[in-house]
């Protein structure tokens, strides 16, 4: 069998994570972390594309790793315009809207396709973007509100949350991606909790938005009326951040620290137990809300994420959950082994790449009456 040498390039907030992968096997994967007060001076994440691809390049160089022979390089994928889920060619088009943030969100993630291509200029190589956050695929029932001309719209943890799914599918059950139906939940920072429906994301909660269970730093679903009472003296920018950075943990206690709040609530404080609590539940909740959209044909529900380090929030969703379908682990996250298992199937011609059209995949209903 052929070998196919794989270059990863995951950036982060504080940190670009590299991996090499020879086929299926890791051979390398690191953190190369950035001083914060660094990455401040740069007026925007995209200004940070040199300073990044010079410490890639000073790493590989210190640590002798030659990707002359390089068969691909696979960068995270950032904000682009919404796209269904795959493996992405990376071209100009793809570049230009991902710096742009056509997709509404400023990430260093969107640096990713950028440092594929630099990299590319360097050592060759075919480059690719797999499942970014902005995959859509929801049905149309899930787009619906209940406010004329505002759709629902969901930013999500599609990486991990289908990377798990195709793992699982494969190796544990024996049957392709696309002949099961999962509900599968990254449970971390940030919670996503996704119905898969044979190959397609049908349903999920908007995480990035601050929709959903919330989370060590984001609100969760609140009612409307409740917000509106709650932002009326604030400004917009401040209640933006609520929604996603100063929500959760943050609000109730002024720490997003995870490990803090659950040694709160191991100590009997009686607020942390609650709030702790409470994300439980929620996140309970929401798989029973899938399991309904999926109609109750559910071949497992998979949890991963860095939160399961906690037993007791897989111990309360398998306790409420598991009468639905039997309830898998993958703690922590798989996005290295997701993104190189997607440039691996098309370099073995087991799946076509995809090319980004620079439109949403989705703009709406365009009913004729």
Request: with cysteine; hydrophobic share 35%.
């Amino acid at each position: 069998m052929k070998k196919y040498k794989i270059f990863v390039i995951n950036p982060g907030s504080t940190s670009t994570k590299l991996a090499l992968f020879e086929n299926e096997h890791k051979i390398l994967e690191t953190n190369v972390f950035h001083d914060s007060s660094v990455l401040l001076q740069f007026p925007t994440v995209n200004a940070q594309l040199p300073y990044r691809k010079k410490l890639i390049m000073d790493f590989l160089s210190e640590n002798h790793i030659d990707l002359s022979d390089v068969d691909a390089i696979v960068g995270r994928g950032g904000s682009c315009y919404p796209v269904a889920s795959g493996v992405y060619v990376i071209d100009d088009k793809l570049i230009e809207d991902t710096a742009a943030g056509k997709g509404g969100m400023e990430h260093p993630s969107n640096l990713g396709v950028q440092l594929a291509r630099e990299l590319q200029k360097e050592f060759g190589g075919r480059i690719f973007m797999v499942d970014p956050p902005c995959v859509d695929e929801l049905c149309d029932m899930a787009r619906m509100t209940g406010i004329d001309g505002v759709p629902r719209h969901t930013n999500m943890h599609a990486l991990n949350l289908r990377g798990v799914a195709m793992h699982h599918a494969k190796h544990v059950l024996g049957k392709k991606y696309e002949d099961c139906c999962f509900i599968v939940c990254h449970i971390d920072g940030g919670i996503s909790v996704s119905a898969h429906r044979y190959g397609r994301i049908i349903d999920c909660n908007d995480a990035a938005g601050g929709d959903g269970p919330y989370t060590p730093t984001r609100i969760g679903s609140v009612s409307a009326a409740d917000i509106l009472e709650y932002v009326r003296d604030k400004d917009i920018d401040e209640v933006k951040k609520l929604c996603t950075r100063t929500g959760g943990f943050v609000s109730h206690f002024g720490t997003s620290s995870s490990d803090a709040v659950h040694k709160m609530a191991e100590e009997g404080n009686k607020k942390a137990i609650r709030v702790w609590d409470g994300m439980k539940y929620q996140i309970v909740k929401y798989i029973g809300a899938m399991a309904a959209v999926l109609g109750g044909r559910v071949d497992g529900i998979l949890l991963t994420g860095g939160l399961l380090r906690f037993e007791d929030i897989t111990q309360t969703i398998r306790e409420q959950c598991e009468w639905i379908a039997p309830v898998s682990t993958y703690p922590g996250e798989v996005e290295h082994e997701a993104l190189a298992a997607g440039a691996l199937r098309v370099l073995r011609g087991e799946e076509e790449p995809k090319h980004y059209t620079g439109r949403p995949v989705w703009d709406g209903w365009h009913d004729e009456d």
